[in-house]
């Protein structure tokens, strides 16, 4: 038997606490002790509970609570991001290794899994304990240096993405120094671990990476199995299409008015709207669920998807062959809706100008087949993966770092 620390550290959102589940659960079906250290202890309460009655010891991680002043806005690269939460200086930096440091130390870890955790993998480094690091592109980079820009679309000021990888490198090796640890090369080492596991498909990576070094292959994107609201759709004989989207979005209005002149049946979930807001567009066209739904039986009768470009509802998408009309409102979906758009699956809308124009997209993508031809030619491509043989490979992977 081992001891794993699974880690999340960065980012918003269920999806990294859904991918420890069922790697947590296979571990433990395994003989293995699980503990979890959390960004999010409280709203990821629903979804892991009950792995406290398999075993599991679910802990609060150490974060930054403070607000940095000198890195500039908006950011554009891990580099950056790490530099707001901490690692501006190595004095601040040190603290947040020695919390990473006293649970590894309590626990006594073998091998720390990190999801979007580099501090967690700064401390394993100190203590000698081996890092898998699993998760999408975005916070699975390439191993260069300097890290990649992300933000790609504006000019970046010349020296500038050197300048604070440097400086960030620095802290970094300066915590190190102070534990008697090997210092880093490139501070790609962090986010990558001992053995990066890059969970998304090239088509859905933010870096847009290509062919990956010996050794290395994408394993798929990591997401929970359906669930949810079976689907109702409103009546009538237009077209089936499935929108996720926010109030939120500028747009919102506007384009679910596109849908309902253009008569597309239009089955709604507007997290807001469960939340107890308004309807944005009162239609016999559009109906709004009470709930999520359950993507497993909507999608297969959509013909169009509409979503914000987050990783599951686009990795199920193309898993059911359905084109995707993305609206991104951050880098990170940005840079997915771009990939999924060069794959010929969907239309970035955040490219095109403004004001938009949603009854033309809308138009293109019901009438035209080159979307869905490429949609299904992708679904085609991956008709073999599974989550369980996902989990399996990754479950795999951990344990060859037991005795590193």
């Known amino acids: 038997m081992a001891r794993f620390l699974l880690c999340w550290e960065f980012g918003g959102g269920l999806g990294h606490a859904g991918r420890f589940k069922p790697l947590a659960q296979a571990l433990m079906r395994r003989g293995h002790q699980v503990d979890l250290m959390l960004r999010d202890i409280v709203h990821t309460r629903a ?22 002043v000198g890195v500039p806005n908006p950011v554009i690269s891990l580099s950056e991001i790490v530099m707001g939460n901490g690692y501006l200086k190595a004095s601040s930096l040190a603290g947040l290794v020695e919390g990473w440091r006293g649970v590894m130390q309590m626990a006594q870890t073998d091998v720390v899994v990190a999801d979007y955790a580099p ?18 592109g975005f916070y699975v980079p390439p191993d260069a240096s300097p890290l990649p820009p992300f933000r790609t679309w504006e000019p970046i000021q010349a020296g500038r993405v050197e300048h604070y990888d440097q400086q960030v490198l620095g802290s970094v090796n300066e915590v190190l120094r102070t534990h008697q640890a090997p210092e880093l090369a490139k ?21 847009g990476r290509g062919t990956l070094p ?6 798929g994107p990591t997401f929970l199995p359906s669930g949810g609201e079976a689907p109702q759709w409103p009546e ?17 209005l506007a384009l679910l008015q596109a849908l309902d002149q253009l008569g597309c049946r ?9 939340a107890g807001k308004p309807e944005p567009l009162t239609s016999p ?13 909507a999608l297969p009768q959509s013909q169009l998807v509409i979503c914000h470009a987050g990783e599951a509802t686009l990795a199920q998408s193309i898993l059911a062959g359905v084109p995707v009309l993305m609206l991104p409102t951050q880098a990170e979906q940005f840079l997915m809706a771009v990939r999924v758009e060069q794959a010929g699956a969907g239309i970035n809308v955040a490219t095109r100008p403004r004001p938009t124009d949603y009854k033309a997209l809308l138009t293109q993508m019901l009438r035209q087949p080159a979307h869905r031809q490429a949609a299904q030619a992708l679904a085609e491509r991956y008709s073999a993966f599974t989550h369980e043989g996902q989990t399996t490979e990754l479950v795999a992977a951990f344990e060859s ?4």
Do not use: M
Request: charged content about 15%.
């Open 236 to 252: 009538g004989d237009g077209p089936a299409v499935f929108a996720y989207i926010r109030s939120t979005h500028p747009d919102h």
């Open 214 to 219: 010996v050794g290395q292959h994408y394993l």
């Open 47 to 68: 979804l892991l509970g009950d792995l406290n009655a398999q075993g599991a010891r679910i802990l609060q991680a150490p974060v930054w609570l403070h607000q940095t």
């Open 119 to 136: 501090t967690a993998t700064i401390a394993a480094r100190t203590l000698g304990i081996p890092v898998a690091s699993v998760g999408i």
């Open 187 to 207: 501070l790609a080492d962090i986010f990558r671990g001992d053995l990066p596991l890059l969970c998304t498909w090239p088509e859905l990576d933010h870096y």
């Open 401 to 404: 770092l037991i005795q590193a």
């Open 285 to 297: 066209r559009i109906r709004y669920a009470k709930s999520p739904v359950h993507l497993g039986q």
């Open 266 to 274: 239009t089955l709604c979930y507007v997290p807001e709207v469960v």
